[in-house]
């Protein structure tokens, strides 16, 4: 494991780098080391790039935005001017290119590829980092914003803030590193949407005061520990999508999927080797609230692990433990349960048992709710999730955690906390027909976990479903009777010429990818036979399509099968779009749809 940094830096008020030196405010620089016309000497135009990304880094002043061409860069970046708010120093891709930091020239000494120390406003985007050492460090920094860069096969953190604020890492992929992303003495901070796999330590680390921040919507699997968090507290884990299959790297039988372990507790005394941080100036209001995740384990160590932390509230979690030698899906040790709330989780054992707490095992959760007074709302059983053993943790009909989520007031500790309004991915509250609304508080049929189940036989209207890519006057609408089920999508051309009609998932039902053919299919038929149907797969990472896939159908009056296969090419940054359409529709019935589906594997 990566050695622990000093815990004495003190948390950012306010910033300011040095004053800016030969930019204006607004400019773009370019960056080409393939240009036989570069030059760090010159002014960083199209015509004549820098040759490095420092050259440019040393002309930036606010609002200044550094543009990098393809190629691999052996160096560490040390921005040395500031960004303001509004106007940030941005350092990015090229559009199509692809863009390699080392952190430092071959056979040297490892160093970050970027290294930001004492600055504020600063945005890193899209660039492939893999070093000898941290990925991306920051220091005693705040509003830096790390997104849509590919973090690999780093010696030590892949990103790492330290006694920073208000900051954020999102969209990013993180693979293959000592530790994934690393919060020391770090507060009101963002780590959302992140893809984190094969982290040999910790894929998110919340470490030594590093509280009030919040996990969203990252999708962590095959990591050692998945989420850890010590000496910290008040801070939000919501919407996450943690697997932790067999095979898992070393230590997999430790291999928690959430750990709070010393949260709320602030001793003076000497940590294991390290100088515990001082207590708070302020005592903890919240503590750590760990709320509406979907967990599939496969290590037998509890999925989530509580000790020496109170102050805990888990509700609206799906945790489902899939080890057929054992497991357990909560441990709250005897330290741990004043102050912790458990309720409206899902929960599983496939073999082990369901909670241990204060010592205490039980396999069932009506004795554990007897006992303890905890999950009063509970339920047990299997999770429903679509493909755990392909870390497809969305939900397949019949899933008990469907329309039955709590999104009200939790409790005092929580906070006036409310359900998201979106799931993970970003998409809506569905109410499925299918199912009762046995959930409580605001939306009773919200789902428990990190993902509403997508909406595949139109039984819940069209929610999850629009009309993108469509000629204006398309409609789509709910109609009776189907493939199966009893309703359809209908989509309708209402002009008076020959139109696109397109039906397009939203959000997507792949939303992050894995590696493997994903295989798409969809029930249809026409009231006028003849007309030509795409089912199409296309890739996506960020705004540019990477590669797609369609299978072309001749429409029948009669239900048909319309399958469509395709392999992704850029697994955990990428997104998966759902989509079929007919292309010069007469007026009228373009086609019917029912029982969408995609699967990986």
């Known amino acids: 494991m990566p050695c622990r940094l000093a815990l004495g830096v003190l948390l950012v008020a306010a910033l300011a780098g040095p004053a800016a030196a030969q930019a204006d405010t607004g ?58 708010s509004g106007s940030p120093v941005t350092y990015t891709v090229a559009p199509g290119g692809s863009v390699v930091v080392t952190g430092a020239p071959p056979g040297s000494a490892g160093k970050p590829a970027f290294y930001i120390n004492n600055r504020s406003w600063i945005t890193i985007r899209g660039f492939t980092i893999t070093t000898g050492d941290k990925g991306i460090y920051v220091v005693g920094s705040a509003n830096i914003t790390i997104t849509d860069n590919h973090v690999t096969g780093c010696a030590h953190q892949g990103i790492q803030l330290n006694g920073s604020t208000v900051s954020r890492v999102e969209d990013n992929t993180v693979d293959d590193d000592a530790s994934g992303v690393w919060l020391n003495a770090t507060t009101q901070t963002s780590i959302s949407g992140n893809a984190i796999s094969s982290m040999t330590a910790i894929g998110i680390e919340l470490y030594g005061l590093a509280n009030d921040n919040t996990l969203s919507a990252n999708i962590i699997h095959d990591t050692y520990r998945a989420i850890r968090s010590e000496y910290s507290t008040d801070n939000l884990i919501v919407n996450n999508a943690i697997s932790n299959p067999a095979g898992s790297p070393p230590g997999n039988a430790t291999g928690y999927a959430i750990q709070l372990y010393l949260d709320d507790y602030f001793p003076p005394v000497s940590c294991s080797g390290q100088t515990c941080p001082p207590p708070p100036p302020d005592p903890p209001t919240l503590g750590t609230r760990i709320l509406a995740n979907s967990i599939a384990q496969s ?49 599983n054992a496939l073999a082990g048992k369901l909670v241990l707490w204060n010592g205490s095992s039980y396999a069932w959760l009506e004795k554990f709710t007897l006992a303890a007074g905890q999950e009063a709302h509970g339920t047990q059983g299997p999770a429903g ?208 749809a029912d029982d969408a589906s995609v699967t990986v594997g």
């Open 27 to 84: 400019a773009t620089l370019y960056v080409d080391q393939g240009n036989p016309n570069c030059s760090n000497t010159g002014a960083g135009a199209a015509a004549q790039p820098f040759c490095t990304i420092s050259a440019a880094a040393a002309k930036t002043a606010a609002g200044t935005t550094v543009v990098v061409s393809a190629g691999t860069y052996n160096e560490e970046v040390k921005p040395p001017t500031s960004g303001a």
């Open 299 to 347: 290590a037998p160590a509890p999925a989530v692990d509580i000790a020496q932390s109170t102050k805990t509230t888990l509700a609206n979690n799906i945790i489902d433990v899939v080890n057929p030698q054992g497991g357990v899906a909560i441990r709250v040790d005897s330290t741990s349960t004043a102050g912790t709330s458990l309720d409206y989780d899902l929960l």
């Open 385 to 592: 999730f679509a493909d755990p053993g392909s870390d497809n943790l969305s939900l397949s009909p019949g899933s008990p955690a469907v329309d039955s989520a709590f999104s009200g007031t939790l409790n005092a500790l929580a906070g006036l906390f409310v359900l998201p309004a979106a799931d993970a991915f970003g998409g809506a509250r569905v109410d499925d027909a299918a199912t009762p609304n046995t959930g409580a508080g605001t939306i009773s049929y919200a789902d428990r976990g990190a993902y509403e189940m997508h909406n595949p036989g139109f039984e819940a209207n069209t929610a999850g479903w629009n009309t993108s890519g469509s000629s204006p006057g398309v409609t789509l609408s709910q109609v009776a009777g189907g493939h199966a089920g009893s309703s359809a999508a209908l989509l309708t051309n209402t002009g008076t010429t020959a139109a696109t009609c397109g039906l397009n998932d939203s959000p997507n039902i792949v939303h992050t990818t894995t590696a493997g053919t994903y295989t798409g299919t969809l029930w249809v038929r026409s009231d006028n036979p003849g007309a030509t149907l795409n089912l199409r797969l296309r890739e996506w990472v960020g705004n540019t399509s990477v590669g797609q896939a369609t299978t072309v159908a001749t429409l029948s009056s009669e239900w048909q099968l319309v399958t469509a296969q395709y392999t992704a090419v850029d697994p955990g940054a990428s997104t998966l779009d759902f989509s079929a359409y007919v292309l010069k529709a007469s007026p009228g019935t373009c086609f019917y």
